[in-house]
């Protein structure tokens, strides 16, 4: 069941998710050769905390961070760790999803590391516009598998790229992940009428390679991998369908 939330409930997961996105934007500026990811995952809840809110992530079915940071081939759900050192020409996926008055904002953005290579830069780039054309095509009474599923899917698969299947966006506020899964490859399950009020996450994970079969760590339990050690990469947003067509809640 898709919840259409009310206009005090928008209100809420737009305070939310306008924190999330400053927190994003306040630990970007830390990413440098020689930072570990336990110490963003310190900023991050000492920012998330300060504002008076809780960092999702944390406990959330056993996962034992504030927030996910996501390295190379590691699609998402990466674990910040003090072994984990940032070098030149890494990517870098940070997610942060905050509750704010018992409201859900979710956003993520992929990072350069110093200097990065061409196919890297060209992934981070083509993996944003393909967020950025799905949000533009959202609009109230078209198909929820029109406007994102297929325009990723469309544009990602020429430049011999490819969208994770096992792995979505979702519903998103007054709980972590609701109703619909959103598919970011054209999936018939997506067939579903979208509606104002109604508010979920685009978060394409994209691989430099037409494989987009994903592991997930056996030790950890959660870290998901490319299987072909390919480099993956992941931007997010929160975004209300709109009576006109979409707002993107996580911004700043
Ligand atoms: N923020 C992720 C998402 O976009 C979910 C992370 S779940 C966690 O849906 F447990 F790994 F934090
Ligand atoms: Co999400
Ligand atoms: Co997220």
Redesign the pocket.
């Known amino acids: 069941m898709i919840i259409i939330k009310t206009p005090p409930q928008i209100q809420g997961i737009r305070k939310s998710s306008k924190l999330a996105a400053a927190t994003l934007e306040y630990l970007s500026k830390f990413i440098q050769p020689g930072i570990c990811t336990e110490k963003l995952n310190t900023l991050a809840h000492q920012f998330i905390t300060n504002h008076h809110a809780i960092p999702?992530?944390l406990n959330?079915?056993g996962?034992p961070k504030s927030i996910?940071t996501s390295l190379n081939c590691v699609v998402?759900?990466g674990i910040p760790s003090t072994n984990e050192i940032l070098k030149e020409g890494d990517i870098i996926n940070l997610?942060i999803?905050t509750i704010l008055d018992g409201y859900f904002g979710?956003i993520?953005a992929t990072f350069p590391v110093g200097k990065i290579t061409p196919t890297a830069q060209n992934l981070i780039n083509r993996t944003q516009q393909a967020l950025n054309l799905a949000i533009t095509a959202i609009e109230p009474n078209k198909y929820l598998n029109e406007s994102v599923g297929k325009v990723i899917e469309d544009f990602i698969t020429p430049f011999s790229f490819s969208p994770v299947r096992e792995l979505g966006g979702?519903g998103v506020g007054l709980k972590?992940?609701e109703d619909p899964f959103v598919f970011h490859f054209n999936s018939p399950q997506n067939h579903i009428l979208l509606k104002p009020g109604m508010i979920f996450?685009v978060?394409p994970m994209i691989n430099t390679s037409p494989n987009w079969r994903v592991n997930i760590d056996p030790v950890d339990g959660?870290t998901v991998r490319t299987t072909d050690g390919a480099l993956s990469c992941q931007f997010?947003h929160t975004i209300l369908v709109t009576d006109s067509g979409s707002e993107v809640l996580t911004k700043l």
Do not use: I, K, L, N
């Open positions: 999702a992530p959330y079915g996962f996910c998402c759900h997610d999803t979710d993520s979702h972590f992940h996450t978060e959660w997010e």
